[in-house]
């Protein structure tokens, strides 16, 4: 450990420019005014460490969390070859305790206490760690995060558990098609590039290979983070509400003891790809159902050139939607349904540019053609060169985008930048740079445009289907993640046909953008105390319409969000499907005309829910009214074409049977709100109507849909109560339906779990090949309209989370996705966990068991009062958080209003009951509710059985055999009987209740109380207000 007084201050003529030694000598101050955005009303600072340590401080008063996020420019590329997966095992060992902090949960403790949260990722070229905490107590999360840098303990014991938590993470993977195609293209890249490596890790890279070569794995830690953990390879961002003198003594002290060791960022000016790798095809077998054409080039690296953006120009005009555009022409054809196209970031000196097709059956029996197409465009862009009006509409909404950005999640942002300043921006750049076009430069992007050749281009196409596979299977199966695939060269007719191609007339540049926004008038005035609701400026038999003008953020944007209620569409399964399958349709139908609306910052979404459609209009206001006016004049006439229904049933069919692919979590909580919802229709319900249907059916439906309607709708930010009445007026005429009856209005509930319920509902994971096992475990303890009941239960969560995540997933290593929290449904709510692992779902329970009665309830009665106010007061300091942006505010008013209690005012309700709880109320209500031998305890649990055995109980009887002989004291061995205890054969406890008829079980639970206003609504009217 060095300290900051070691580290020898460079001399003046050192610095770089614009830099200037503070009086102190340990930092320097960069001079110039960096560059923000129009309502960025925070304060920002550049220091440079004298162990040159750059370090962007952000000053902001009214910040409710502050942050902080170290980047070190250093990522699993430099995996030693016999080691791979070291960087990111590092990640997480940097986790589990340092010299100062030793005990390996002091950091996660300290942020759970003080309202914080904190996470990592390792990417290929940069490390990035960061947190978030109350603003109060961020020295305190600064000194211990610091202390990752300096001087980590890598403990022996936490080594060999976060290797399995590295392992369960990959295992976690293991059927991701996206992960796997991933990792396939690393595998096909050259084997003397980094790029080719796994990046992940898992216990083969990190433990069995490496004992096989005598390696010992800590030491190789020490080495990896000594080599490449240097200050002057870090960037580091600091948020707080502090001054900045403040925050710049803390950056000093804190971080001036990292090492400098004067290294260079690791750099790989030679691409990934030799011409051995270029002109093939992969043919790959994916997990699930999927089809697409995925060509790729290598491609220079881009940040060198941030002041011109070169590759937007190819991103925007390849990937674009409007007619004359690759997409288009291909629907047309009927061989696609989506497209994609930009850069893939790689290493210093190195990116990919990809161009992703989602194929339609006739597609893939077309790919040659698919790829033709594609470069037909290629060679109009040459041919038609960059075109002026191209480029200034994307500078002008490169500026537009920056001017008006809004604020996010603390952590987020500080994570962003710390990996933002690694790339090389100017400093006063630092925040804009990423975004503003600042200069013309047509030569740069046609020498982009010739990395786009025929000759430097490789492809994968992906399908289960191995007709188009030569040779009609796949021969090869990719190490890590098992995926079967093939390769071969270019067909030579395939060459030949792209030396030839002419200009398809079809293919053109798009049209200017007429949704471009000119308009950014907000009419900002004083506020004395914005309003806390959006008010109810219309309420009839038909539409009940909430407003409110934004007091807060003052940007030129709103959303419009309209509910479209009507039991018709979730009244059958069938149903159901033809509602579905009417709003793709329309989708489908209005892509290529919202496409510009999309460019320009204006989106427009329409998606079923149980309770009907909601449509939504989101982005700037300026033109949303002429989006709105289209997509309902769309729904109205709607003339459904026989060939795009056909390839939209089918990609919904794949969707259904998709489904079953996913993590058995998911299907673990999609089972669990089955069983606790009143009507919850399943995929293969849905399925089993899909194929019955034709487009004529869509088409005599839909206008019955929209025939009766009740309309809940909030419009909210840059519109005054006028423009909220036209957008409902022209929803209400638009679409013209009479008003439902108030009988059609009742909202859906919740199943109550009966008394003293301890029931399981088990089934098999449908995908044979996932490791994994999956549990909700579901504590269900009383009405979500209870307002002290959601008191105790959000006070319980937070006591629980830190525990329960140490406990089971960092000390007992059951999976890498362990998680707790609130389980809330219309009408009811509870505590619930949630856990993936490689062990049976049995065994998840019984430990979940074991955590409740036997560690929480001593956890809770040795808690002391201070600790106790503690976990509350950070509790409602999450709850108490203002919101980050418009849009953040929007949701909160929407879910108000969609939960069907209109309780605007439910955080200061709950803050409010949450202050009159004590110790004493959470530990009973714990002991009587939670726990599993509490008197009013309501459990149901969902397991998912993976179809593969366990392997961690197959290897029993060998760790057995180890255990005596590695131990070396008393302590050790009784670590090694407690893990001995995890391996036991698990059972259910006595009295559990195996549900086998899931519509029988269901059928016998009471009903919740419907949601209802909890206030009389003419209080929101503008009268009341």
């Known amino acids: 450990m060095t300290s900051s007084s070691d580290i020898l201050n460079p001399p003046a003529a050192a610095l770089p420019e614009g830099y200037v030694l503070a009086p102190s000598r340990t930092y320097a101050d960069f001079t110039k005014t960096i560059e923000k955005s129009l309502n960025d009303d925070r304060d920002y600072r550049l220091l440079r460490l004298s162990n040159e340590l750059e370090v962007l401080l952000i000053h902001d008063p009214n910040v409710d969390k502050s942050a902080a996020a170290l980047d070190v420019h250093v990522g699993h590329l430099s995996d030693p070859k016999n080691l791979q997966g070291l960087a990111h095992f590092l990640e997480h060992l940097l986790f589990m305790g340092t010299a100062k902090y030793p005990r390996e949960n002091e950091y996660s403790e300290y942020l759970a206490q003080h309202a914080g949260m904190s996470n990592a990722f390792t990417n290929l070229d940069n490390t990035n760690y960061y947190f978030e905490v109350g603003h109060e107590h961020l020295e305190g999360a600064l000194d211990r995060f610091a202390q990752f840098f300096i001087s980590p303990a890598f403990s022996e014991n936490c080594k060999d558990r976060e290797l399995r938590a590295v392992d369960s993470e990959h295992k976690k993977n293991l059927q991701s098609d996206t992960w796997r195609l991933f990792q396939l293209s690393k595998n096909m890249s050259s084997p003397h590039h980094p790029y080719h490596q796994f990046g992940t890790g898992?216990?083969?890279?990190?433990?069995?290979?490496?004992?096989?070569?005598?390696?010992?794995?800590?030491?190789?830690?020490?080495?990896?983070?000594?080599?490449?953990?240097?200050?002057?390879?870090?960037?580091?961002?600091?948020?707080?509400?502090?001054?900045?003198?403040?925050?710049?003594?803390?950056?000093?002290?804190?971080?001036?003891?990292?090492?400098?060791?004067?290294?260079?960022?690791?750099?790989?000016?030679?691409?990934?790809?030799?011409?051995?790798?270029?002109?093939?095809?992969?043919?790959?077998?994916?997990?699930?159902?999927?089809?697409?054409?995925?060509?790729?080039?290598?491609?220079?690296?881009?940040?060198?050139?941030?002041?011109?953006?070169?590759?937007?120009?190819?991103?925007?005009?390849?990937?674009?939607?409007?007619?004359?555009?690759?997409?288009?022409?291909?629907?047309?054809?009927?061989?696609?349904?989506?497209?994609?196209?930009?850069?893939?970031?790689?290493?210093?000196?190195?990116?990919?540019?990809?161009?992703?097709?989602?194929?339609?059956?006739?597609?893939?029996?077309?790919?040659?053609?698919?790829?033709?197409?594609?470069?037909?465009?290629?060679?109009?862009?040459?041919?038609?060169?960059?075109?002026?009006?191209?480029?200034?509409?994307?500078?002008?909404?490169?500026?537009?985008?920056?001017?008006?950005?809004?604020?996010?999640?603390?952590?987020?942002?500080?994570?962003?930048?710390?990996?933002?300043?690694?790339?090389?921006?100017?400093?006063?750049?630092?925040?804009?740079?990423?975004?503003?076009?600042?200069?013309?430069?047509?030569?740069?992007?046609?020498?982009?445009?010739?990395?786009?050749?025929?000759?430097?281009?490789?492809?994968?196409?992906?399908?289960?289907?191995?007709?188009?596979?030569?040779?009609?299977?796949?021969?090869?199966?990719?190490?890590?993640?098992?995926?079967?695939?093939?390769?071969?060269?270019?067909?030579?007719?395939?060459?030949?046909?792209?030396?030839?191609?002419?200009?398809?007339?079809?293919?053109?540049?798009?049209?200017?953008?007429?949704?471009?926004?000119?308009?950014?008038?907000?009419?900002?005035?004083a506020i004395v105390k914005p309003l806390t609701s959006p008010i109810l400026i219309k309420h009839s038999p038909l539409m009940r319409l909430w407003h409110k003008k934004d007091d807060t953020f003052w940007v030129p944007k709103a959303t419009l969000i309209f509910q479209l209620r009507t039991p018709l569409a979730y009244s059958s399964p069938r149903n159901n499907v033809k509602t579905h399958l009417y709003v793709d349709l329309l989708r489908d139908a209005l892509s290529e005309y919202s496409y510009d609306a999309e460019m320009a910052g204006l989106a427009y979404n329409l998606e079923t829910n149980v309770d009907g459609m909601v449509l939504s209009i989101d982005g700037y206001n300026d033109k949303a009214h002429v989006l709105l006016s289209k997509v309902i004049e769309k729904m109205k006439t709607l003339e459904i074409k026989p060939e795009r229904f056909r390839l939209l049933r089918e990609q919904l069919a794949r969707t259904y049977r998709n489904f079953q692919l996913e993590a058995p979590y998911q299907h673990a909580m999609y089972y669990m709100s089955y069983l606790t919802q009143e009507k919850l229709w399943t995929h293969e319900e849905k399925l089993a109507e899909l194929q019955e249907l034709d487009a004529q059916d869509i088409q005599s439906y839909f206008p019955e849909l929209l025939s009766r309607l009740h309309i809940e709708a909030l419009v909210h930010g840059n519109m005054l109560a006028a423009d909220a009445l036209k957008a409902a007026s022209i929803v209400e005429e638009g679409l013209s339906p009479r008003a439902l009856l108030p009988s059609q209005l009742v909202p859906l509930r919740a199943h109550l779990l009966p008394q003293h319920c301890n029931a399981v509902y088990s089934r098999t994971v449908a995908d044979p090949n996932n490791l994994n096992s999956g549990i909700e475990y579901f504590v269900q303890t009383g009405d979500a309209a209870d307002q002290k009941m959601r008191a105790k239960v959000q006070v319980l969560a937070q006591i629980v989370n830190e525990p329960c995540f140490n406990q089971l997933r960092t000390k007992e290593q059951l999976g890498y996705l362990v998680f707790s929290g609130v389980r809330r449904q219309s009408g009811a709510i509870g505590l619930r966990f949630i856990l993936q692992s490689e062990r049976d779902p049995v065994h998840l329970e019984s430990r979940i068991d074991a955590f409740l009665q036997g560690r929480l309830k001593p956890f809770l009665e040795a808690m002391t009062d201070q600790e106790y106010h503690k976990q509350v007061a950070s509790l409602i300091q999450k709850k108490m958080e203002k919101d980050k942006n418009l849009r953040v505010e929007t949701h909160r008013y929407w879910s108000h209003i969609t939960s069907g209690y209109f309780e605007f005012d439910e955080i200061?309700?709950?803050?409010?009951?949450?202050?009159?709880?004590?110790?004493?109320?959470?530990?009973?209500?714990?002991?009587?509710?939670?726990?599993?031998?509490?008197?009013?305890?309501?459990?149901l649990s969902v397991h998912l059985l993976s179809q593969k055995v366990p392997p961690v109980v197959a290897k029993k009887e060998e760790e057995d055999d180890s255990t005596a002989a590695e131990s070396k004291d008393g302590k050790q061995q009784q670590e090694k009987e407690k893990e001995q205890e995890l391996l036991q054969p698990a059972k259910l406890r006595e009295g559990t209740h195996m549900i086998d008829n899931l519509v029988g079980y269901k059928a016998g639970l009471e009903l919740s109380r419907a949601p209802y206003p909890v206030v009389d609504l003419l209080k929101y009217t503008s009268a009341h207000l």
């Open 202 to 525: 898992n216990l083969e890279t990190l433990q069995d290979n490496p004992a096989k070569e005598g390696i010992d794995v800590r030491d190789e830690l020490i080495k990896f983070h000594s080599k490449y953990y240097s200050a002057n390879i870090m960037k580091l961002v600091i948020l707080g509400r502090e001054p900045m003198d403040q925050l710049a003594s803390w950056a000093v002290e804190k971080f001036s003891p990292i090492r400098n060791l004067g290294i260079k960022p690791p750099a790989y000016p030679s691409p990934p790809w030799t011409e051995k790798e270029l002109l093939n095809v992969a043919y790959v077998k994916p997990v699930k159902d999927v089809r697409s054409l995925q060509i790729q080039f290598p491609f220079p690296d881009q940040y060198p050139h941030y002041k011109v953006h070169p590759a937007r120009y190819l991103t925007h005009t390849i990937g674009h939607e409007s007619e004359g555009s690759i997409l288009s022409l291909l629907k047309k054809k009927g061989w696609a349904n989506a497209l994609s196209a930009g850069t893939l970031q790689g290493g210093i000196g190195f990116e990919f540019f990809k161009i992703s097709v989602d194929l339609t059956q006739e597609g893939l029996a077309h790919h040659e053609d698919v790829t033709c197409t594609i470069f037909q465009y290629i060679d109009m862009l040459r041919q038609e060169g960059v075109r002026p009006y191209i480029w200034d509409e994307l500078a002008q909404l490169a500026e537009i985008s920056f001017k008006f950005k809004e604020k996010s999640q603390a952590a987020g942002y500080v994570s962003r930048l710390a990996g933002v300043m690694q790339r090389g921006y100017a400093p006063e750049w630092v925040l804009s740079g990423s975004y503003l076009i600042r200069e013309s430069d047509p030569k740069l992007v046609m020498d982009c445009l010739d990395c786009l050749r025929k000759d430097n281009w490789r492809a994968t196409i992906v399908a289960q289907d191995s007709s188009v596979v030569p040779g009609g299977q796949f021969t090869e199966r990719e190490h890590y993640y098992g995926t079967e695939y093939r390769v071969e060269p270019v067909k030579e007719s395939l060459k030949q046909r792209l030396a030839s191609l002419t200009l398809d007339r079809e293919l053109h540049l798009p049209e200017p953008n007429d949704f471009i926004p000119t308009d950014f008038e907000v009419g900002k005035v």
């Open 908 to 939: 200061n309700a709950d803050v409010a009951e949450m202050q009159k709880l004590t110790k004493a109320d959470i530990l009973e209500f714990a002991l009587e509710a939670i726990l599993p031998s509490g008197d009013k305890t309501r459990k």
